[in-house]
């Protein structure tokens, strides 16, 4: 049973994981590079920015792939807990390198929760994400059972879906299911760039649900690419030769030649076939962002544990969930009130004020008009 948690990185993964054990009655400390970050995550209620004065039952570490091993190095030298487990979307190299040089191998085990969102940082956090996912562990020769054990616990209490794989099979697939679709999504986005404003006006749901999953962190991906580059290869190695007989059907179809069209229409409908059968078991996609009017809805808060925890709470039965807030900002730094900046619709944003005001909240609504590029950062928490 874990009682009392560490968390190495609060971001949007790492938060949650807070989040879910917080909920549970499980003392949670954050640990992060970027004291906003820690900072944010303390605020929505997700655990203490105190070190813990002696180690804790299991710490996560919620960084990227290739900096598990280092992280987990580091930790261990501190003697931070007495178990360890990661949430990286790759395994296999990360395995390989704690094998190598984490002082104590048999006190981790990978880990991996199939949950996430296109937006980023301890904001966009929630208690809730890994409810029923599955989630991965790759135990290598080296876990310990009580390693492999405490993992399972968390995972109970964030209420996931436990699923044993090897680090290697684990890879293959989310190269297929996760890393080349990413890509991929991002290849469409980037082809809209550069394009008159007018084109903006016709990207419809179907483009916002296929590249939805491009608005991921950059750097994060690239990290992830880049330590699983062997398996996404060999996947977009074979979609390089669908894309190549797909290009050869569009390209018979559009100068009209008789001899190959029927041929042509029997290949492009069958790729389509095959997508739509593929399909057939997954649930819709979630609904796309914002419209291109939006306007803003400033609300100043105190600085303190949980207090914008209970204004998510407030406003999320607005409306207004914590994927519509841009960034927590602090006017003056230091220690001061923090501005809490909620980004909508316009004619939403003008009713979220007047209920966060009715309910007692210091408001400031200002329209903020802008073209669909999705939220912008102004500002972090001091």
Known sequence: MIRS?????????????????????????????????????????????????????????????????????????????????????????????????APRPTHFVGGHPLAGRERSGPLAARPDLFQDRVWVLTPSRLTSKPAFDRALDLIGLCGGVPTVMQSGAHDETVALTSHAPHLMASLVAARLGGRSPVSALLVGQGFRDATRIARGEARLWTDIIETNAAEVAGVLTALQTDLTELLTAVQDLSVRDPRNRARSRRNLTGLLERGIAALEALPAPPSGPLAAGTAHVDVTITARPGELARLLDTAAGYGAGADTVAAPVTPHGGDGPLVIRFELAAAEAETLAEKLAAAGWEVVHEDDVRDETGPALVGAPG
Request: charged share 20%; glycine share 8%; proline share 6%.
């Open 5 to 101: 948690l560490a968390v190495v990185g609060t971001g949007l993964i790492g938060t949650s994981v807070a989040l879910a054990a917080a909920r549970r009655g499980v003392t949670v400390h954050l640990l992060d590079a970027s004291a906003s970050a820690v900072r944010t995550a303390e605020l929505l209620g997700a655990g203490t920015a105190r070190p813990p004065e002696e180690p804790v039952d299991l710490a996560v570490l919620a960084v990227p792939p290739s900096k598990v091993a280092d992280v987990l190095s580091e930790q261990q030298v501190r003697g931070l807990a007495r178990s360890y487990t990661d949430v990286a979307s790759v395994k296999a190299g990360p395995e390989r390198d704690v094998l190598a040089r």
